[in-house]
């Protein structure tokens, strides 16, 4: 299995103020079809998952443009640009280029 | 506006059986693939299964195959997600998901708990 790691694994920040995220996977996530699966999700406090980025750095629809994602291969990164207070929440990258889909441990940002 | 609800959740003891349902709404329910991903509670997500949008092929995690079948009935806009021989770790919030790699849209979550 392909598995993700996430660094920080809890990531206290100052509203206005940028943050990163790192995930590394264990193997290429380079499909074969030449797409990089990887999707960043946020979870709010009590809410369910929302997608915020997909095939590494394609924001969704009504994500604010402070989110960013970017990398290659095993190595990527969400960024948000200038933190602020709805933003809190847990972020999780995940792989979906290989069976069984995975998932990092989770980010916590806090303010 | 696509739309999944998830019923079915339910306290069940070890052992017993459970079947989750989800309903699609908003979408070409047929043109897409259905997953599940779970939550144990505190926890990290977890995928469980994906069903193709033909339902001719379906994917499951190691820690539930042989135990969870996922199913779908295009005519009805539903995937099902028939839980045997339940553990106390399938304890979580079930959430079912549209697409087998993109997991655009998420429903609400159902809630399973395992326990005597």
């Known amino acids: 299995d392909v598995v993700m790691t996430q660094s920080p694994l809890s990531l206290p920040v100052t509203l206005g103020q940028p943050a990163s995220i790192s995930c590394r996977s264990s193997?290429?996530?380079?499909?074969?079809?030449?797409?990089?699966?990887l999707n960043w999700f946020q979870q709010r406090p009590g809410q369910s998952p929302r997608r915020l980025i997909y095939?590494?750095?394609n924001r969704d629809s009504g994500v604010p443009d402070r989110f960013s994602g970017s990398g290659s291969g095993t190595d990527f990164t969400l960024k948000i640009s200038r933190v602020e207070a709805e933003d809190v929440g847990v972020y999780y990258c995940?792989?979906?280029?290989?069976?069984?889909?995975?998932f990092g441990q989770g980010t916590k940002v806090e303010i | 506006d696509v739309q999944l609800l998830e019923s079915g959740g339910d306290l069940v003891q070890p052992g017993g059986s459970l079947r989750l349902s989800c309903a699609a709404s908003?979408?070409?329910?047929?043109?897409?693939?259905m997953t599940w991903v779970r939550q144990a509670p505190g926890k990290g997500l977890e995928w469980v299964s994906t069903?193709?949008?033909?339902?001719?092929?379906?994917y499951y995690a190691d820690s539930v195959k042989g135990r969870f079948t996922i199913s779908r009935d295009s005519s009805k806009n539903m995937v099902y997600l028939q839980m045997n021989s339940l553990r106390p770790e399938d304890t979580g919030m079930f959430y079912c998901?549209?697409?087998?790699?993109?997991?655009?849209?998420w429903g609400q979550g159902t809630l399973v708990t395992v326990s005597s």
């Open positions: 998901a549209r697409g087998s790699w993109g997991w655009d849209y």
């Open positions: 908003g979408f070409t329910f047929s043109s897409y693939a």
């Open positions: 069903i193709i949008s033909s339902g001719e092929a379906t």
């Open positions: 193997q290429s996530l380079v499909h074969s079809d030449g797409n990089t699966y």
């Open positions: 095939k590494v750095s």
């Open positions: 995940m792989q979906a280029t290989h069976w069984p889909r995975t």
